[in-house]
């Protein structure tokens, strides 16, 4: 699959900063993005790309740890590479235990933070990939009829045709047809396939008998 | 005395003179009876020495009896004693006898009789009343020189206890002047005149001894004095005390010798003083040796200041975090750019533009940091006492700013500002006020940490206050000061933070009263959070 290039976000107040940060990282060759405030950065339309957003912990206003929140909240995965003046280490935790990339104290060395960087778009990458995936996981399965949807995670829990007849109180010859059209729906190549799609999607275990569907 | 002093001038016999003489005085009667007596006993005398032949009748002792009466009674018993003489001549002596009928023969001898008689009569007038008058010019002369005498001796009494007075007003002055002495030696302060022509200075003791001059200075030309006075005090001192003869203006001066023992401090008054025509002869003055009063105001000074950057060390120690900030943003600029540029050096094709900037970028981070640094040792910095300049307080506040800014941004306080522009310079120590407001500013921020629901709001306001001053008023929106301690926040080691000494009110209003301010906490109403204000004295634009 083709990926557009990524983009560096970086959102400091202090310009001298900003504007060096912003030169290290285009030198090492990102297309890179410069915002004075987490409002500014809010306010700007990204592209859809990987990327990754290095803040500075001390902001005016909204600080670095609220728009990390505020990412958090709105289901944003773009991964934080933190850069602050002076960290202590309860900020630190914090910052990490809501899932940054980095938590760097200034001055840093350039391998530090665009080792940060290049990890923080590979992760982002990875996300971005593994929701594509979902997405197109889900238009399929969203394609399914409710009689397919019922058969899917009885057939991925590994019964015979014969057994899934028998749950559902219909012919094997039937099921046999439904399980062809889910095959064929999902574009799953093998039972195995299938198997991890279920997964995938979040549809379990039949022998409780439950169905469980992951937005 | 004076009258038993007088007596031996008389020669008269006193005794008859004054039983006889006295009687005479007073008895007009024995007077005219003294001229019959004398010439009765007289002509008796006579006729006896004649009845017994023993002379020829002579009037002699007729004319004695005329002398004496004359003598003894005056001239009209005199005259009386004449006629009777005349009489008892003609009746006893003169042929016919016992009768007034004179003969021829003696005509001429009774006519000679009576002209002697009137002649002896009349001479002994003369002499009396000439002996009397005598007499009497010599009691007045006496009573006179009694009378001279007892003035002279009330003169020499009223002399005498002048003399005893001038003694004790002698006296007394020469206790007051040693009093004086003692005073002014117990209080180190010394007299002296001034005066401008000829120009001499006269010293009292103790000024003497303040200047370390020994007694043959007590009168003295200037230029002695002013020799030992320091340099760059001399021409003040003596453009002061030119100005009090020229202009009759009082002056006050503190200023520094230079004497063998070492440099003495000296504050001296002088005032002119106007003679009758008008003008200023000299100016009187003394001087006071506040030597060991201006050594303790120096320890002091010394001791405060030391405790003051004590305290500015320790508030330096709370703000440890925002000063790592403040000088690692600039490092890091740095650190960036100087990493972008290798890569853009490294990179097959040079951006000169880009490495302009870059380096350009560098230069003007690393002035950033070495700003902060000196921020931070100014504030840190012993200032020598009392370096008062004029100083604008709108500055110093946005300096104390600048230092707190990223404090204010971790706690996520906003300042409110209105700085007033255009105030008045004040008279200070930069260093001292600027740590007043940034105890002020960190109490604050301090006070505003409990707060969660709501902004934290710091507002510094800076404004004219009353009477030439400048006023500056700094407000939290935190919880307010408990009343109950609202009037010991000033006192020096109370506290109610947990890590705190307790000493950065007080020694914020020591600096500000050593300014000539006030600094107080303002009434806070309701939950508006504690308000700080003080007041310091704005000063002219002229002086230096």
């Given at each position: 699959m083709s990926e557009e290039a990524p983009v560096v976000f970086v959102v400091d107040d202090e310009k001298l900063v900003r504007r060096a940060l912003e030169r290290l990282i285009r030198t090492a060759g990102f297309d890179v993005r410069a915002f004075a405030s987490a409002q500014d950065f809010l306010r700007e339309e990204r592209p859809d790309a990987p990327g990754c957003l290095v803040l500075d912990?001390?902001?005016?206003?909204?600080?670095g740890m609220d728009l990390q929140q505020e990412l958090i909240r709105s289901g944003d995965e773009l991964p934080i590479v933190f850069v602050t003046g002076h960290g202590d280490i309860p900020m630190t935790v914090r910052a990490m235990k809501a899932g940054a990339v980095e938590f760097l104290t200034k001055p840093f060395r350039d391998q530090d933070l665009l080792g940060a960087i290049e990890q923080g778009i590979r992760t982002h990458r990875t996300a971005r990939q593994h929701r594509r995936e979902l997405l197109a996981l889900r238009r399929c399965y969203e394609s399914l009829t409710a009689r397919e949807r019922e058969v899917f995670p009885l057939v991925t829990s590994g019964l015979l045709n014969k057994q899934i007849a028998e749950r559902l109180g219909t012919s094997e010859k039937t099921v046999k047809v439904h399980r062809g059209q889910v095959m064929h729906k999902m574009q799953a190549a093998s039972l195995a396939d299938l198997v991890r799609m279920g997964e995938k999607l979040g549809i379990t275990s039949p022998e409780t008998g439950s169905r469980t569907k992951v937005q | 005395m004076n009258r038993e002093e007088s007596a031996p001038a008389s020669v008269w016999p006193v005794r008859s003179r004054s039983n006889l003489h006295a009687l005479m005085e007073r008895s007009a009667l024995a007077r005219w009876v003294l001229a019959p007596v004398l010439v009765a006993i007289g002509s008796a005398v006579d006729l006896v020495l004649q009845s017994y032949n023993i002379r020829r009748p002579t009037p002699e002792i007729l004319l004695a009896t005329i002398v004496i009466t004359v003598w003894y009674a005056g001239a009209g018993p005199g005259l009386l004693a004449v006629a009777l003489s005349i009489l008892s001549l003609a009746y006893y002596f003169l042929p016919p006898s016992n009768s007034f009928a004179v003969g021829r023969p003696d005509l001429l001898y009774f006519a000679s009789f009576i002209f002697f008689a009137l002649l002896t009569d009349w001479f002994s007038s003369l002499r009396r009343r000439t002996e009397r008058a005598l007499n009497q010019a010599r009691s007045e002369l006496e009573i006179k020189v009694a009378e001279r005498t007892a003035e002279l001796a009330g003169r020499n009494q009223t002399l005498q206890l002048e003399i005893a007075e001038r003694q004790r007003v002698e006296e007394e002055l020469r206790r007051s002047e040693a009093y004086l002495a003692q005073a002014q030696r117990l209080s180190q302060t010394g007299s002296w005149a001034w005066s401008a022509a000829p120009a001499k200075v006269s010293l009292s003791e103790e000024a003497l001894r303040i200047y370390g001059l020994s007694p043959a200075h007590a009168v003295c030309v200037p230029d002695i004095l002013l020799r030992e006075v320091l340099p760059e005090d001399r021409s003040v001192l003596e453009g002061l005390v030119n100005g009090a003869i020229r202009d009759r203006r009082d002056f006050e001066i503190d200023y520094r010798i230079v004497l063998p023992d070492g440099v003495r401090y000296l504050h001296s008054v002088g005032r002119p003083v106007v003679n009758g025509s008008g003008e200023v002869a000299e100016v009187i003055g003394t001087t006071l040796d506040v030597t060991d009063r201006k050594r303790a105001e120096q320890d002091l000074q010394e001791a405060n200041s030391q405790l003051a950057h004590a305290s500015r060390v320790q508030a330096m120690g709370e703000l440890t975090a925002s000063i790592a900030h403040e000088i690692n943003q600039p490092l890091a600029a740095v650190v960036a750019n100087a990493d972008a540029c290798t890569r853009l050096l490294a990179g097959k094709t040079l951006n000169m533009g880009e490495l302009r900037e870059a380096v350009g970028d560098i230069a003007e981070a690393g002035a950033r940091a070495g700003e902060v640094i000196a921020r931070i040792r100014t504030f840190l910095s012993k200032a020598p006492p009392a370096t008062r300049r004029p100083v604008c307080l709108n500055q110093v506040i946005r300096e104390v700013l600048d230092l707190t800014r990223s404090e204010l941004d971790r706690h996520q306080v906003s300042v409110r500002s209105e700085l007033k522009p255009g105030l008045p310079d004040v008279l200070g120590d930069r260093v001292e006020l600027q740590q007043v407001i940034l105890n002020l500013v960190m109490n604050g921020i301090e006070a505003m940490l409990p707060e969660t629901g709501r902004p934290r709001v710091l507002g510094i306001h800076s404004q004219a206050g009353e009477a030439g001053t400048v006023q500056v008023t700094i407000r939290d929106s935190g919880i307010g000061l408990p009343a109950a301690t609202s009037d010991r926040i000033f006192d020096a080691f109370f506290t109610t933070k947990p890590a705190g000494l307790g000493l950065g009110l007080a020694i914020s209003r020591s600096i500000i009263e050593a300014h000539g301010g006030r600094l107080w906490a303002l009434d806070g109403k309701g939950n508006s959070g504690a308000a700080f204000r003080f007041t310091l004295p704005a000063c002219s634009r002229e002086t230096p």
């Open positions: 912990v001390r902001l005016p206003d909204l600080s | -």
